[in-house]
């Protein structure tokens, strides 16, 4: 079974604060779901390429839209949903600190 | 006006407005008054909009300067991860308390375009990850058919609105079987269109290489309406394809079983009624054939690899610094960690979290490299299969409605009524749910539906052979 440490190692990556209660329910179902889906490493890697997906390479021409792009007129409600907001400013928490 | 036009299909709708028979207004307050008798213990709408009847007003004025569409005036519901400016958008999920949409989704603007009106937002699995709508943040959505039960999901709340005649039609999203799994619950017919099919932009992604908007509706015609108003190449998504993108099929009339698949795990009431709308169908001049995807075996399991990889990647957004929730730890990391772990509901944590392990360094190549090799294969194998066949047919799920409550404790049984869903979006082929009869269940008719799985492109196989599988149903 995963271990508590690879629940909190996983949850920090994540960026999820997990409760202890939580860590204990993870570990069975994380554990059991790994058990399900590990079939997938008895797929030989000879046996095929990664899938390259249905996805190609799309451009467009580098030029602005300007007003017949459909997201022309929605910086205003962009700012509206900012948590906090500051005239034109997102306030956001200071991350540049003194080194010690 | 009767509260019977509600439960008119939009084909049919489309004919009386055109007729002058009724009005959009009309058609609208019909599903209004469904909504108000039934939403309060069904749970299907999230948000019953207030502008409904003006926006009725607004269609039955286009009509009458002559405009004609087959959507003009049809109410419809849509599904609460589908952006509409202007609106509320939550995906089910607490994270986005608050969020109002600041642009259409292309489907959307499409829709308005056509002169659809939009009754309100259905319930959903949050973010879409579940198979009953019970992971929904606002509660689970019951099954018209029998409330004890899920309606399926993730698009439950989409599908419970179209068969409590609270919508005409509806909208949903499907990575992994999330319009066509609650349409065989709710006994409607359920499209997930090719992969690029139909455009994302403005959609609340979850697995993108696997994520298609379709049509939740009564009947196979309806669903091709929607489907041809929504469908089409948008330079706002680089993944969307026009309808030239893959060349037109000849119908052979050949119907592939990969009966191997069937042997266990299928709910023997489902297997018999599979089986007797596959001899109706013979008898319709379709030839059934045994076909073998040797690593469909395997679809599940790539899938809750993939799936989750992607869904915390792009999760990632949700972090509080720009919209939605945002709650103040007591470090930079501590305010991410808290407005996640607390805006997140349990399921999405979860699937965040493995996705996160799948893709971390020293498993990704056991899980996520192996995963996407299988995928290739599973891709392969269908193509391979289709070039013999026209449509690849199975159950939509292998039992009818769970009860509420029956899988919630055990994620993986959850996951398990997905198997035979997921190969679709694994390889980008648009597939069908069909209604095929009902399974009695604690002496309530519960419905269930077909599966059939067309060529890249080829929607109007899957439109030709539903119409020939509903017909049959229709004489019974």
């Known amino acids: ?100 | 006006m009767s509260s019977d036009l509600s439960t008119l299909s939009i084909t049919e709708a489309a004919k009386m407005l055109a007729a002058k028979e009724i009005s959009a207004v009309d058609l609208a307050r019909a599903c209004i008054t469904q909504i108000e008798k039934k939403n309060k213990s069904l749970n299907a709408y999230l948000e019953v909009f207030d502008d409904i009847e003006a926006q009725a007003k607004v269609a039955d004025e286009r009509h009458m300067k002559g405009e004609s569409s087959p959507l003009l005036g049809i109410p419809l519901a849509v599904k609460d991860n589908i952006l509409i400016k202007g609106r509320r958008a939550s995906a089910a999920s607490k994270i986005l308390e608050g969020y109002v949409s600041t642009y259409d989704a292309t489907v959307i603007k499409k829709l308005k375009d056509a002169g659809a009106v939009f009754l309100g937002r259905t319930n959903m699995d949050e973010f879409a990850h579940g198979s009953s709508t019970e992971n929904s943040a606002f509660g689970p959505t019951k099954n018209p058919h029998d409330e004890s039960r899920v309606p399926g999901g993730s698009s439950g709340g989409s599908a419970a609105a179209v068969a409590a005649s609270m919508a005409l039609g509806a909208l949903g999203t499907d990575t992994g079987g999330s319009i066509r799994e609650p349409a065989s619950f709710c006994g409607l017919v359920g499209l997930k269109p090719t992969y690029g099919a139909v455009s994302r932009s403005g959609l609340i992604a979850m697995g993108s290489s696997l994520d298609q908007a379709g049509p939740l509706a009564q009947t196979v015609a309806d669903a091709e309406l929607i489907f041809n108003a929504i469908r089409g190449q948008d330079p706002l998504d680089s993944t969307s394809i026009g309808e030239a993108f893959y060349p037109k099929r000849v119908e052979k009339k050949k119907i592939g079983v990969p009966r191997h698949l069937l042997k266990e795990g299928v709910d023997p009431d489902v297997l018999k009624t599979f089986e007797a709308t596959l001899a109706t169908l013979a008898l319709q001049g379709y030839e059934i054939i045994d076909i073998e995807l040797p690593s469909a075996a395997l679809a599940l399991a790539v899938y809750y690899v993939i799936m989750p990889a992607e869904v915390s990647s792009n999760l990632a957004r949700f972090d509080g610094v720009r919209y939605g929730l945002s709650l103040a730890g007591n470090s930079q990391w501590g305010d991410y960690a808290k407005t996640r772990g607390t805006g997140f509901g349990p399921e999405v944590r979860r699937r965040v979290m493995l996705g996160t392990y799948v893709l971390s360094s020293g498993y990704y190549d056991a899980y996520y490299g192996k995963a996407t090799i299988a995928r290739a294969m599973l891709r392969a194998e269908v193509r391979n299969a289709l070039e013999i066949v026209d449509v690849i047919a199975t159950p939509s799920a292998p039992s009818p409605a769970p009860r509420i409550g029956e899988n919630i404790s055990n994620p993986l049984a959850m996951y398990l009524l997905d198997i035979f869903t997921v190969t679709a979006n694994l390889t980008g082929n648009p597939a069908i749910s069909i209604p095929m009869g009902n399974v009695l269940r604690d002496g309530k008719a519960l419905p269930v539906g077909i599966q059939f799985t067309a060529a890249h492109g080829d929607e109007s196989g899957l439109f030709a052979i539903g119409t020939s599988a509903e017909a049959e149903k229709k004489l019974e």
């Open chain 1, 1 to 100: 079974m995963i271990s508590r440490e690879d629940i909190q190692t996983l949850a920090e990556l994540a960026r999820l604060e997990v409760s202890e209660e939580e860590t204990a329910s993870l570990q069975k179902d994380i554990s059991n779901i790994l058990d399900y889906v590990g079939h997938v490493s008895a797929v030989s890697s000879a046996e095929g390429e990664k899938d390259p997906g249905l996805n190609r390479n799309v451009l467009r021409r580098d030029v602005p839209r300007g007003e017949s792009d459909p997201l022309a007129d929605t910086r205003e409600q962009l700012l509206e949903a900012l948590p906090k907001r500051e005239g034109d400013y997102n306030v956001v928490r200071k991350i540049i600190q003194k080194d010690e």
